[in-house]
């Protein structure tokens, strides 16, 4: 009798369905890891911009808060340069999470913005907030204000969230450290 080699249709189809079915079970687990790390991601950020706000606050008691985040970053300035640094040029964020925009900057799988609620000099608050770019980037919304606590909501908002939004406990729960 002659000996075969190799495998068998009935073998491979075999190996192929087990490896089809750890893929099913490692994917979705792999997208939940990957959202928890792009949250985690924003609400890191948006502690830099907490922090951000209170130097620039320190930096320039005169105009109190920064109303955005084109004020915080180099908006198109050489931060090199100490002459180009000044209340409308921070140079305390990099170009990403201060980009050029008035209305929001992209990181990550986050949206970031940073709102007044006053519209002349000086600001005497904000509201920083962070909302995914889909619906698979994450699936909470942050915000946080001059309290410097970080809030979540388990829903996304696809918008800047305003300071009676934020202070609204209904709605935002302090994140745990």
């Known amino acids: ?77 050489d931060c090199s340069v100490p002459a180009n640094v000044d209340s409308t040029h921070a140079c305390l964020i990099d170009n990403i999470l201060g980009c050029a925009s008035t209305t929001k900057c992209a990181k990550g799988q986050y949206y970031y913005a940073i709102k007044s609620t006053a519209s002349a000099i000086p600001y005497p608050d904000y509201t920083a907030s962070a909302w995914p770019l889909s619906a698979q980037s994450g699936s909470k919304t942050y915000c946080s204000m001059p309290d410097a606590v970080v809030r979540f909501e388990q829903k996304v908002e696809t918008a800047l969230i305003d300071l009676a939004a934020c202070n609204n406990t209904t709605n935002f729960n302090p994140l745990a450290n």
């Open 1 to 77: 009798m002659r000996k075969q080699k190799g495998f068998s249709l009935i073998e491979l189809l075999i190996v192929v369905a087990i490896i089809l079915i750890i893929a099913a079970i490692a994917i979705p687990n792999l997208l939940r890891s990957r959202m928890s790390a792009n949250e985690s991601a924003a609400a890191s950020s948006l502690r830099t911009l907490n922090t951000t706000e209170v130097t620039y606050q320190t930096s320039y008691p005169g105009s109190g808060y920064a109303p955005d985040l084109v004020t915080l970053g180099p908006n198109g300035k």
